[in-house]
């Protein structure tokens, strides 16, 4: 049951107590092994040796306060370390590469330590995010398509 109180500056009625808001749905997700690779970056300084160390550490420390944990199993629509990743950039053609924590990584691979990498980490398939370029400009990224690692068997 709610009650009406008048609006002290517009003297409308407005219910009280309000309505609950529905919970905010996180958009990116974290597996455990991703939360601690992000951590260890932050924690051991890898960081001060790209192009923007403080946006990389303010992003990066958003996206562990803000993403949700990641479902056990997996899904395969996640991007995480270790996956290949085939990813648009505004309409351009597509690209793909394989994301990893290592901050000097060879050719084909996405260093998560990039503003590209440290965007992508977390995402599902299908879903789109804005991403700040080098220049300065803001551009959107879409996940084509993410193939998780291959797993390890033992011999």
Not at 44 to 71: C, D, N, Q, V
Not at 81 to 103: E, N, Q, R, W
Not at 121 to 149: E, F, N, T
């Amino acid at each position: 049951m709610s009650i009406t109180y008048l609006h002290k500056r517009h003297c409308t009625g407005v219910a009280w107590p309000p309505a609950r808001q529905p919970a905010r749905q996180t958009t990116f997700v974290l597996t455990r092994n991703d939360r601690l690779g992000i951590e260890r970056l932050l924690r051991h300084g890898e960081l001060s040796h790209t192009a923007y160390p403080i946006i990389l550490t303010g992003f990066l420390r958003h996206k562990l306060r803000t993403a949700g944990a990641a479902p056990d199993p997996v899904p395969n629509t996640l991007v995480t370390a270790g996956c290949h990743v085939t990813y648009m950039i505004s309409d351009g053609g597509s690209k793909s590469g394989i994301l990893t924590f290592d901050p000097m990584p060879g050719a084909g691979c996405i260093p998560v330590p990039s503003l590209l990498g440290a965007t992508m980490i977390g995402m599902r398939r299908g879903q789109k995010a804005p991403l700040l370029r080098d220049d300065g400009s803001v551009v959107s990224l879409v996940i084509l398509d993410s193939v998780p690692p291959p797993s390890v068997t033992a011999a």
